[in-house]
């Protein structure tokens, strides 16, 4: 039977669809401006080439459709939901709990957290998941002398498994929900593939405890130099410091003579010599080496500052530390693909963007150079430690943005006395959700209306939730799902499909959408592969007279395989950069992984719907 093929609207949609996977591919195009340019085109292709053949109209105002969409509202909430969490601390004494499993047995630790991770990540977004372990975890492996490397990376690629098993688990997920009910088919309720789900990622997760740790080499995280770190400091001498006036003597007497001044900076490029008798004057700079503790206590003790307190007159200490009792330290660890990664802070005005006091500096072996002057406006490589002071909320915020790695093991993480409130509106949305009392999507709404009535989220958190990404390359991938039904291009590439599997079995045809979206997923979006595979599934359905669930489903596993390189997903290139991985780690661990998925699954669902 011969093709039909698509007319020029369909030839078009054909092409911006490839153009959009090769942009999304792209690093160095922030996602927003992809999204756009694809809107664009779209819309201004559609207005200026109105499509109304086979009693189809298309104008350009339905490609804007995707704002309204239940799968978009419902991920949006989901993502407020879960901020109310996180900022409630709900989660504390879960991560507490796994600390200290670390540190009595190791082996059967690390499959708790595997588990612990895959059954968060099947309602929770993945994302905070990760940055909350990732401390705790580097941590460990630096105090118990555990390599990192068979830690990080399976538990990342847990989080991925764990979010196949509902429908809420990740936004992949919703949108195939969505998807597929708005093309008639019946509308997946939660739990409804967690069979197949369970059953092949408990393999993926003995997978990820007992061989990928064995795959991976030992690479060295970018702290995993020296412990307790030595950082480096400069302490300015002012006019009420107990130093001003005084010798090199008396100073030296007054901190116990443990503190060992490396220079003394009178003026730019003028050192004083460390003569006993040397007195200190105002505007003095002493460069100190020491630990962050015996640095403040240093600082206390000398009446000094590590910071220039001639700001505070110049009127530029608007980010100085207060005396307020919420100040913090905080390690803030340069990782590759990191905002500071070759960088100087005043280059990315680093105190104003996070309202945030760099006080001090550790640097990597493998950084070259001594610091000799302001750290500041010292290049930062890969494994270099800020210290830096500031409010609890700003540490806290920067935590959670997921660009910088913060390091601190003696920080608490968030914590007040509405977690349990916060815990009970989360459950009740998965139970509500759960049993079909309401629909997933009036269950999200809800739970993060009672976040906010209740107080356990502020409105600034619940905005922050919200990351302006993937709200767009959700309605664009929905944009351009309309565009491939409505031109009839999914009927194409579905007879192109049935064409190239002429003969083959229904298990077959499972494998191969399997395969196609697990390689796709890899290297472009999920959701765009999510939302453009799904019309074509149903389509390749009508065509063999298959049921449309098993292979839908294979669409939507295939498109969550995001294991084998460290752009398949942003937690995999947070990982990738925290824990010094390469890229060939992905692929020694990845490829297997993905192939165990792929042959568990094609088994499972050939078996679950009798092909």
Same mark, same amino acid.
């Given at each position: 039977?011969? !093709? ?57 105002k ?31 004494? #879960?991560?507490? !709990?796994?600390? @200290? ?23 929770? =977004? ?8 990732? *401390? ?26 764990? /979010? ?40 993926g997760?003995?997978? #990820? ?67 006993p ?11 100190? +080496? ?21 700001e505070?007159?110049?009127g530029? /200490? ?34 104003? @963007? ?8 550790? @640097? ?27 409010p ?26 509405? +977690? *349990?409130?916060?815990l ?22 809800? /739970? ?11 409105? @600034?958190?619940?905005l ?14 929905l +944009? ?7 031109? /009839? ?22 494998s191969? #959408? ?57 937690? =995999? ?20 992984l993905?192939l ?16």
């Amino acid at each position: 039977m011969p !093709i039909a093929l698509p007319d020029a609207h369909g030839i078009a949609v054909l092409g911006l669809t490839v153009l959009a996977l090769i942009l999304f591919s792209r690093d160095r195009i922030p996602m927003e401006t992809s999204c756009l340019v694809i809107l664009s085109l779209l819309v201004v292709g559609f207005q200026l080439f109105p499509y109304t053949r086979t009693g189809v109209e298309i104008t350009p105002k339905d490609f804007f459709t995707g704002f309204g969409h239940e799968a978009l509202v419902t991920i949006v909430c989901l993502m407020v939901a879960g901020k109310g969490l996180e900022t409630t601390g709900a989660l504390q004494p #879960l991560a507490i !709990i796994i600390a @200290r499993a670390w540190a009595a047995r190791p082996k059967l630790a690390l499959l708790a957290t595997l588990i612990v991770c895959a059954v968060l990540s099947g309602f929770l =977004n993945n994302t905070p998941i990760v940055i909350m372990l990732l *401390p705790i975890l580097i941590t460990v492996s630096l105090r118990s002398r555990i390599s990192s490397s068979g830690i990080l990376l399976p538990m990342g690629l847990a989080t991925l498994i764990g /979010g196949m098993g509902t429908a809420i688990g990740t936004s992949t997920n919703l949108l195939v929900v969505a998807v597929a009910a708005d093309l008639g088919m019946r509308r997946f309720e939660m739990f409804d593939f967690t069979l197949p789900a369970v059953i092949v990622g408990s393999m993926g997760v003995l997978f #990820l405890w007992l061989i990928a740790p064995r795959l991976l080499p030992d690479r060295e995280p970018p702290m995993a130099d020296t412990s307790p770190r030595i950082f480096k400091a400069m302490f300015y001498v002012n006019n009420d410091s107990f130093a001003c006036g005084k010798t090199l003597a008396e100073v030296r007497e007054r901190t116990e003579k443990r503190m060992t001044i490396d220079r003394i900076q009178r003026a730019d490029g003028l050192y004083v010599a460390k003569l006993p008798s040397m007195m200190f004057q105002e505007g003095d700079r002493m460069l100190v +080496a020491d630990t962050r503790e015996r640095l403040k206590e240093f600082e206390r003790l000398l009446g000094v500052t590590m910071h220039d307190a001639s700001e505070l007159e110049a009127g530029d /200490g608007e980010f100085l530390p207060s005396t307020g009792a919420d100040q913090q330290l905080a390690e803030v660890v340069v990782t590759t693909g990191s905002p500071l990664h070759q960088r100087t802070l005043n280059a990315t005005q680093f105190r104003a @963007r996070h309202k945030l006091l760099p006080l001090a500096i550790h @640097r990597a072996r493998s950084a070259p150079g001594e610091v000799t002057g302001d750290f500041e406006d010292v290049l930062l490589r890969a494994g270099d430690v800020i210290l830096v002071q500031g409010p609890r909320n700003q540490i806290t915020e920067l935590k959670r943005s997921g660009n910088m790695l913060v390091l601190d093991g003696t920080m608490d993480l968030p914590h007040t006395s509405r +977690a *349990p409130l916060a815990l009970g509106i989360m459950g009740t949305v998965v139970v509500l959700a759960g049993t079909g009392t309401i629909p997933i999507f009036s269950g999200a709404v809800l /739970g993060a209306t009672a976040m906010l009535l209740t107080r356990c989220l502020k409105w @600034r958190d619940a905005l922050s939730a919200i990351t302006p990404s993937v709200v767009l390359i959700i309605v664009t991938s929905l +944009a351009l799902g309309h565009g491939v039904m409505s031109t /009839g291009l999914d009927g194409f590439l579905a007879s192109l499909f049935v064409l190239a599997t002429t003969g083959l079995s229904p298990t077959y045809i499972i494998s191969a #959408l399997l395969m196609t979206f697990a390689i796709m997923t890899n290297v472009v979006s999920n959701n765009a592969a999510a939302v453009i595979g799904t019309p074509v599934a149903i389509s390749i359905a009508q065509q063999l007279g298959l049921p449309p669930e098993p292979l839908v489903l294979a669409v939507l596993f295939g498109a969550n395989m995001s294991y084998a390189t460290p752009i398949g997903y942003q937690t =995999n290139l947070l990982i990738f950069s925290a824990g010094g991985y390469k890229f060939s780690d992905f692929l020694r661990v990845g490829i297997p992984l993905t192939l165990l998925m792929w042959v568990g699954f094609t088994f499972v669902l050939s078996a679950i719907y009798n092909l």
